[in-house]
């Protein structure tokens, strides 16, 4: 396994990368379930850790006015952010710039005055290069970060990794890049920040690397009560307060697919090391089985605070917002096997970081069209990964393609999806 490309510094040995006396956070994606996370513990390091002195420098939203504005006046009151607000959506960046609370604020923080207000998908990817900017987390949904996160690695950041999607549409080319700069991806995904925290301080190759998935809210549900099921009821995740669009991929197990393809790209680890075991109680965030036959975990209470302020303070490691493991009550800690049958999604997982190449973008860009689909109650759930299934064959597929490439893509995946969709199911 070659884990160079990730950070894996040894504590004893390494110097912190980026070790700066002030730590400018980039959060992409602030408005969302990971962002917002990010934003609380990035206040409590501001307050807990000065030495470093962290800020939030940067955050973007899409349509999110609300959500922003609190941030930012959040971040400015307290004087730790930021000096650049940014929207992707132009509409949303005209209504936050005509909104009275936004220049109010301006107003009344000294620091405030210096912020900037930016738009478009341009600007994302400007804050993602700029020299300011020690940290980026990466944590817009979708393939839509897929443009910030590359610039953030070919600028040589440290990039807390949340948006999946970026491995699993351009895996490969991540890799060649993260070989040619100074960057260091450090995984957010709590499955992959657990394996790198099994990992990070040995030297020995581990056989395997097993996801644990939760089973998502039909992990005992039967095919036929998967056919009926509502977005509702698809929504409700048992263990994690998630986005839309994560929380539909965990009831299909695209997501636990999407995350095998990620290990595989992030950790250069083949298909076949892979397994996955479903663990109802989310609290062993997965593990890594060594030729030994030992095996390590991680554990903590499921909560996106602990896995994300590692990203950020690794190796070091700080008291956090996120609660601790409560061992005053009974707890069990359930594991059980995968089902590929009823959940058809991993199968295709395997097959797709098998198969590398073109195969994630096309699968990705199916999948948020479906998801979508379902969300606006045009399918079924149970049709939501026999469509990209189906979008996965009928492309040509290519083992080296080229970012430009893989963009055009997955343009014809969402156009094929949409056309493969049984809208009438
Ligand atoms: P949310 O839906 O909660 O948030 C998505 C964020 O992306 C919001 O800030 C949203 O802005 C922004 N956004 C949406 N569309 C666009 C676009 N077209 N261009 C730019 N920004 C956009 O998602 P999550 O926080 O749940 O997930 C974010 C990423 O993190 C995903 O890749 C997910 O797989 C990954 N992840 C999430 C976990 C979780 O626990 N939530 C766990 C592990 C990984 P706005 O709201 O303003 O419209
Ligand atoms: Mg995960």
Same mark, same amino acid.
């Given at each position: ?122 600007? #994302? ?60 991806? #450090? ?221 055009? #893509? ?16």
């Amino acid at each position: 396994m070659d884990v160079s490309e990730i950070a894996t510094e040894n504590h004893q040995t390494a110097a912190v990368p980026n070790d700066r006396p002030t730590k400018n956070v980039a959060v992409l994606g602030a408005t969302g379930s990971i962002g917002t996370a990010t934003v609380d513990v990035l206040e409590n390091l501001h307050r807990l850790d000065p030495q470093f002195g962290w800020r939030l420098w940067a955050v973007s939203g899409h349509r999110n006015v609300d959500c922003l504005l609190d941030i930012f006046n959040r971040a400015s009151a307290g004087d730790w952010g930021p000096r650049r607000v940014v929207f992707s959506d132009a509409e949303a960046a005209a209504e936050c710039n005509a909104r009275e609370r936004f220049s109010t604020s301006q107003q009344h923080h000294e620091h405030a005055n210096t912020c900037q207000l930016l738009f478009g998908d341009e600007a #994302l990817v400007d804050v993602a290069r700029s020299p300011e900017v020690d940290v980026l987390v990466a944590a817009i949904v979708g393939r839509a970060g897929l443009e910030s996160t590359i610039a953030a690695i070919e600028s040589g950041k440290r990039v807390g990794l949340a948006n999946k999607e970026t491995l699993v549409v351009a895996g490969d080319l991540v890799r060649k890049k993260l070989a040619n700069s100074d960057a260091k991806i #450090l995984p957010v995904d709590s499955e992959h920040s657990a394996i790198f925290q099994c990992i990070a301080n040995t030297n020995a190759e581990p056989k395997k690397l097993i996801l644990t998935a939760s089973g998502g809210p039909f992990r005992s549900a039967t095919k036929e009560q998967m056919h009926e099921a509502t977005p509702k009821d698809a929504l409700a995740h048992p263990t994690w307060q998630m986005g839309p669009k994560i929380s539909i991929d965990s009831a299909t197990m695209m997501n636990k697919a999407l995350e095998i393809i990620e290990a595989r790209w992030l950790f250069d680890v083949p298909a076949e090391r892979i397994d996955v075991a479903v663990h109802p109680q989310s609290i062993i965030h997965s593990m890594v089985e060594f030729d030994d036959g030992s095996v390590l975990s991680q554990m903590s209470p499921p909560d996106m605070r602990m896995p994300i302020q590692y990203a950020l303070t690794y190796p070091r490691r700080l008291p956090c917002p996120a609660p601790e493991l409560d061992l005053s009550q009974p707890m069990d800690l359930t594991l059980l096997p995968a089902d590929l049958d009823r959940f058809p999604a991993l199968k295709l997982g395997f097959e797709v970081a098998a198969c590398g190449g073109t195969a994630g973008a096309v699968v990705n860009a199916a999948n948020e069209v479906a998801v979508q689909l379902f969300l606006d109650e045009k399918i079924r759930f149970t049709q939501i990964v026999p469509t990209c299934q189906k979008v996965l064959e009928n492309h040509t597929f290519e083992s080296s393609p080229t970012l430009s490439r893989l963009l055009e #893509l997955d343009r014809w995946a969402r156009e094929e999806a949409c056309r493969c969709a049984d809208m009438d199911g």
